[in-house]
């Protein structure tokens, strides 16, 4: 990877300022829509407001196997996206995850950027995950929301590396778990948010359901 082998200095080249990196973690094929739909709405809302935008899957997981870990991506900026051809988000700002065990054996904060948030689909408390987080040197914040509940998650390979996808974006969890991103950060509005998913109703209940946690820094 790039970011390895270019020194602090030469790293800061190639900082684009404003630029915003969401990854989604999900299962492979059960769970995949879910992750993809949650950036792609994110996308879809920040390209209403005027910024540029990218959402894709990570090319490194496909072909996906069932529940096995797997990735999408958003970009989101004010500015012209310089690193568009870079297929991995190396350093994300926002770490969604789409199901909670995730948060258990995978490396799901590395790169965060300092002030890092979060975004758990579960019930159970922001507290309860953080026990799990391995690295929280760059965690701010903590973001619990039950999407399960919420929301019915979808099954498709409608969409699948690209294509479009017939059945909408954010009918399922992902719409509940994109209302849940844009509470704790602010990156879009709701109503933007609302007027590109297909279940409105849900990111609204993920908007006014998250539950935030500021995470503590730790002493030594």
Known sequence: ??????SPEEKELFVEKGLVQITAWSRGVI????????????????GKE?????????YVDLP??????????ARISPNPIESKYIYENEEPDIVVLVEETLVKGNPVTKGLKPGGVLVVNTRRSPEYIAKFIRDKRNLKTIVCVDASGLGQAQVTLSGAEGAT???????????????????????V????????????????????????YEVMAETA
């Open 1 to 6: 990877m790039l970011s390895a082998v270019l």
């Open 31 to 46: 769970m995949i829509k879910e992750s993809r739909d949650t950036v792609v709405a994110l996308a879809n809302a920040a």
């Open 50 to 58: 005027g910024k540029f935008i990218q959402a894709w899957e990570n």
């Open 64 to 73: 996906d196997r069932v529940n096995v870990p797997v990735k999408a991506y």
């Open 165 to 187: 996808d017939a059945t909408g974006v954010g009918g399922g969890w992902a719409g509940v778990l994109a209302g849940a991103v844009a509470r704790a950060t602010g990156i």
């Open 189 to 212: 509005s709701l109503e933007s948010l609302k007027s590109v998913a297909k279940n409105p109703a849900a990111v609204e209940r993920g908007y006014n359901q998250a539950v935030i």
